[in-house]
Nanobody, 127 residues
Framework: QVQLVESGGGLVQAGGSLRLTCAPSGRTFSRYVTGWFRQAPGKEREFVAAITWSSGSTYYTNSVKGRFTIAADNAKNTVYLQMNSLKPEDTAVYYC????????????????????WGQGTQVTVSS
């Protein structure tokens, strides 16, 4: 059984920073892309950032460019999301997701690209 475990969420004031961590537990599996999504109450789950393991290419939604950084540590099999200059509109449950099938014909921004998901970690930004 493979699980993705997120950590690092919490309550922070606007302008503050948090670092989210995503690590797999259980058996190892092939990873092509790991992404972060978020879902605010009453809203659809939306893409935040992604990284490809082979090339290290990164992708961001426009609203977080210049504030968030995604990075992967191969040795630790872990992905990080460094979030700076946080805004109240960043408040959401953040989910880590992994693509183990290499579905390159589906853009990394789509939830259907990913077949493993974590349980989510709450990020709350107060104004």
């Amino acid at each position: 059984q493979v699980q993705l475990v997120e950590s690092g969420g919490g309550l922070v004031q606007a302008g503050g920073s948090l670092r989210l961590t995503c690590a797999p537990s259980g058996r190892t599996f092939s990873r092509y892309v790991t992404g972060w999504f978020r879902q605010a109450p009453g809203k659809e789950r939306e893409f935040v950032a992604a990284i490809t393991w082979s090339s290290g290419s990164t992708y961001y939604t426009n609203s977080v460019k210049g504030r968030f950084t995604i990075a992967a540590d191969n040795a630790k099999n872990t992905v990080y999301l460094q979030m700076n200059s946080l805004k109240p509109e960043d408040t959401a449950v953040y989910y880590c997701a992994a693509d183990s099938r290499g579905l390159g014909f589906i853009t990394v921004t789509m939830t259907s690209r990913y077949d493993y998901w974590g349980q989510g970690t709450q990020v709350t930004v107060s104004s």
